[in-house]
Nanobody, 123 residues
């Protein structure tokens, strides 16, 4: 059974930091591109950052970021532990949303979503 379980969300003051984690089970994690998306109330789900797949122990991948995330957020992955991280710094109230983990493999035509973790940035 495939599971993506996010954690690390919470309430943080503007300017603060959070580190989100997403643990994957039941998939060959290394072959998937992994991304973080977010959805704020009343808005469409949007891409935050993506890191592509590489080798079994090669955690580098190629990263890409939404304009709002570039320079403040950093995505990384650990293929051995099957975890993807999203380090978020200099958080703003506009970053308030539910953050979702996504894994996608065009190679095998599979895509999965986590249940989401709430991030609230407020003073």
């Amino acid at each position: 059974q495939v599971q993506l379980v996010e954690s690390g969300g919470g309430l943080v003051h503007p300017g603060g930091s959070l580190r989100l984690s997403c643990v994957a089970t039941g998939i060959a994690f290394r072959i998937y591109n992994v991304g973080w998306y977010r959805q704020a109330p009343g808005k469409e789900r949007e891409l935050v950052a993506v890191i592509t797949s590489r080798g079994v122990t090669d955690n580098s991948g190629t990263t890409s970021y939404a304009d709002f995330a570039r320079g403040r957020f950093e995505i990384s992955r650990d293929n051995v532990k099957k975890i993807v991280y999203l380090q978020m710094n200099s958080l703003k109230p506009d970053d308030t949303a539910v953050y979702f983990c996504n894994v996608k493999s065009a190679q095998i035509g599979k895509e999965y979503w986590g249940q989401g973790t709430q991030v609230t940035v407020s003073s």
